[in-house]
């Protein structure tokens, strides 16, 4: 951690986290008018999004009494990493647009909460420097598939180099979703994308705002072949959320399936992503694990989610908001946040174990 | 097209447009207040008028990925037109209250952006003169039955010469609803019918407020047969929400099957057009086509529309908007934004043809 | 009719009806707050007054067309009466609340309008003042049951001698709903019970407040032989919501179903009155007419309800606003209106008669 | 009853009661911020503590008619304790927070009223307090498991001397839900825990803010018969939600099984009260007695539960605010307007005794 020392992970502070929702006003207040709203916007008339977490309230918790259980343990395994709790930060592009630190304080923040990290193609810092900090801690790589061979190539080496636990391919996002903050204000991605600068192809530099133009739009189920093939990594497709795609991406090699529906930012009137869940989940009938995530904002989500056969829970924006709000630490506190309410659903569900969690039974059935 | 060239279409401007539904408001602003109110009004509660668009949220498309998509194509065929999407400006009676070039606004627009148009009965110019701006592309005619032979015969002459695709007959306005948006502004509509004026009657500049006192109320099925055999077009019966009319519509020579509630300007109470399409696609199976119409606002509402059974889709008020705030060019911009928002739906839905997009899974089995 | 000329109607004017709920406010204005409150405050949370009109919402009429209709007749036939509309005017107690015509007002409205009127025990009018009025148009009397059975003799006789139809049982108010408007407001129901007067007693002048005290608390199906029996008239039991209480009025006589939750006033977390309709139609199966009410305020409201098995619609609080501002010519301009707004529904769904908007098809079954 | 004239019972006045909700705004007023902000919250987002009263109005009770009903009479009878109505004031920690008197108060306005009361191990009165006013009336002792068996077997000596009819083993409530009033108004409950007084433990004056660390946190199914053993009295277990939990609990010897959420207080995202009744009571299948809280408001909602399957109904925070407006006499208030609630919809459900309640039918399977 001698790195770690010399590193300047920008301004740093403690910060209160009453719930993950009251972080997005306040973080509205630190980021720019554009960012804020590139960060926060969902497609369209933000159905999608609004729904993802609303829908949770259509999943109800049978709790348990009497079941002997005092400070339950949500310590989980993902891919034989050892967690804290089944907690992901999801891949978000950027990350300089919330605060400086972008993608290194982040790996800060999770590493020092026990929590997975996944950092994206279109991160501001690069991968080795990122891999400086997490140093070892639970990591993935999301790739948006290049266009070009040759970056992608390098981009594998660079995450086996960061010993990166998988590649995440984004599958959903071939092009972006229609998102009228960003007309409203006029705004366009800035920052570079750091991930260029080490490839020698004179793109250095090359601006976020062209990150589809360099990206493959038509992809197909062949490419988790190659890149396991040429990596050596697990491959896990993100972005599923029909049953059928979670089956041929299994049958064609992938690691895990990754439902999701971007946090509302791509298909608007696709399902919530929590409704997709169950019927994928009997799908994939436990052949590879499932991360989920888009809407998740408190503990019980997370264990909604878990009882509906998720593995791996994925948050998103909040931890951009903690990012803004205090650095790493405030990555950290809304890990911690997290956990703390993890904890008590955990005791009052009857849960010693995230493998109880798992077997929590959703009460759909017990309407009058 | 060295006609067009003599032609006024009035004022014309290029318009941005953040979303069909954000045009109703600037629309507002320069059409008049009686004239808004007539367009944008549904009868009694408005309860079907808002049920179209908010049903739409009831149906949720299942994306998919990893599909081999690039550059979705959205062209189409409608009864043998080569349409660069499927999308029809829907007939709206008297368009020169939203702007001054009316239906030759709205025929240059829609040209423009090679989408099919429907001229009403009631429009205000007459089918000659938007036919000299349509010339040849896709055009049809809505026919409000004339109790008047003779001035039927008149317009299906008119509709032949205009190289009409086909006669709609509009049969879910025997008699207009109740809409209190007219009675609270004491608005009559007003204007003359053009297509009155070539007709030898002396009834010439007849206001468009006798409009019903000039319809047959009491229509039947032989009319599709008569109306046919005499224009050697095809008939389209407009306004059909239930399955047996569907069925009834095609046993009596019907060339398609228009379903929609009227913009929610007939009955209130009626369903959402969106929930009876499946029904009537099941009945109608392919025997000829379906049009639908009725609360479209989305890219992703044209998508839901074909994957329950549609061919083509209409729209509305929207046009009226657009042709009000840029004249054609407003038009042609509102078609455009849609086949925007057609195309990212196609994308993430993983549909490279209109045939495809038929096929999109609708999730509502899908739920806990 | 030489009567009456010499009758006051006190104040008559025309007035506009825009719809049926826009009343209320209106009548605010020119009743009493403490007479407002009673006439139109539910019981308790009011979630089953509210609930009334809501679920209309939830039937949809599937929409007919070329179905040859043209000036559809919505006269129709209840226990011997000619009416022009399916049409009754519910009883209400104490109408001078409203008007000071009161019943004689709501007569002459509705004979001018040619539908059913029925007039309560707690009437501020004698069942002769307003059979003086009513002279042989349709009418019916409301019993509440006396706990005295020789003024419960002068009643029926009266009825008798005013020409009634029926007598409407009053079955779901053996005590008062409880209403917080009237605690609220420190009201007490003013006004004599006109119908005490003429029975010699020496009650005269007994408020109304005292009401329940005069009325029999413990009612049951022996009372519709007993009343019919010595009356001699159709005795028809109201407020009717389970079948089984339908099918056992039908078997104790009774000539006629009201199915009723008085309009909210009783017992709130009853279901919605159309709710219930339906089951209570197949119990009933036709061998008696059906009357219902609660909650309809539009056009539609009496189709759906008459599509659900209903063979007469009462609208109650209407006529009481109509009173209000316009005296019988408010309520002859209340029932014009419903009538028109009927007249277009009934052409919309392709009716041409009132049996065959009992066939109307309702969308339930047409969901996704 | 000479003791109660020497007692201190604070300020005591009569109160009005409109509804039991309309208290909470009056108690606001005289409660302070903190104190208020403990009793009145839920836990999360309060989604379980709202939708307990939201999901009452998805049962529909159905009235009945002509049922020859007469004052209905809603005593009734719990584990051998005449109850004048089916009600009990629920257990709630630290009475005093909402008036100086606090379990005393509450045991006088109870026993006036008829009404079964609990008392907390957190009260603010000691046992021995409350009994020499509760006096031999229906009573019952809520216990949190103290981690020190020694001061568990002190409490269960001094509930035998109570005369408490039961025990209640608090199973839900292992761990404090997550409730943000208290974090918002940085508050921490205040007062000591009474019942420690007596215990020679010299933790006199414990605060109760350490309540949960106090408190046995691993419950399982042996404490029914240890505690039961130990004390000879009937044992029932609170807050279960799960049919299993009941299954288990009374196979487990318990006497009573107690559903509740604790008033949405814990788990957010369980089940409305309410939802969960039905399936326990179909599983207990009569075998014990059924107590029902969380939500119940209204009269209506008393018989809703009773019909679904309950025995005993409990309302918690009302009797707080009844008791901070006007001491023992507000919590008499409170109950005796409940009572009259009741009263009315005995009568409308045609229900002359509690065992009628329990067989009104509900009305889902109603709808078209």
């Known amino acids: 951690m001698a790195l770690e020392k010399t590193v300047d992970f920008g301004k740093v502070q403690d910060i209160d986290v009453l719930n993950l929702s009251s972080l997005e006003k306040r973080a509205a207040k630190v980021i720019g008018k554009g960012e804020f709203g590139y960060i926060e916007e969902g497609s369209d008339d933000e159905y999608t999004k609004k729904h993802n977490t609303a829908a949770f309230n259509e999943v109800h918790l049978l709790p348990r009494v009497l079941q002997n259980v005092e400070e339950p343990d949500q310590s989980t395994e993902f891919l034989g990493n050892e967690l804290a709790s089944p907690l992901l930060a999801a891949p978000i592009a950027g990350n300089t647009l919330a605060h400086e630190s972008g993608e290194i304080g982040l790996a800060k923040g999770t590493k020092e909460a026990g929590i997975m990290m996944a950092q994206s193609t279109f991160a501001s810092k690069t991968i080795a420097e990122t891999a400086a900090i997490s140093d070892g801690a639970p990591y993935m790589f999301q790739l948006y598939m290049p266009k070009d061979w040759g970056y992608c190539k390098y981009l594998l080496d660079e995450a086996r180099n960061a010993q990166a636990s998988a590649i995440i391919l984004t599958a959903d996002s071939t092009l972006g979703g229609y998102r009228e903050a960003d007309i409203i204000n006029n705004y366009h991605l800035k920052g570079k994308i750091a991930n260029l600068d080490g490839y020698n192809t004179g793109k250095k530099g090359v601006g976020a705002g062209s990150l589809f133009a360099e990206s493959m739009q038509s992809l197909n189920l062949d490419l988790i072949e190659k890149l396991g093939s040429y990596s050596g990594l697990p491959i896990i497709v993100k972005g599923i959320q029909h049953p059928l795609d979670a089956d041929n991406a299994i049958k064609a090699g992938a690691a895990a399936v990754y439902v999701s529906n971007h946090g509302g930012r791509q298909l608007d009137g696709a399902p919530a992503s929590i409704e997709v869940l169950p019927a994928i989940a009997r799908t994939v ?56 309410e993890i904890n008590i659903a955990m005791q009052l569900t009857g849960s010693r174990t995230i493998e109880d969690v798992k077997k929590i039974q959703i009460s759909s059935d017990l309407k009058f």
């Open 285 to 340: 009938d436990h052949r590879v694990p499932i991360i989920f995530d888009s809407g998740v904002r408190r503990g019980t989500h997370v264990l909604k989610a878990l009882a509906l056969g998720a593995d791996l829970i994925g948050v998103g924006r909040p931890f951009s908001y903690g990012l803004a709000l205090g650095g790493w630490k405030g990555v950290q506190a809304v890990a911690e946040h997290l956990k703390m």
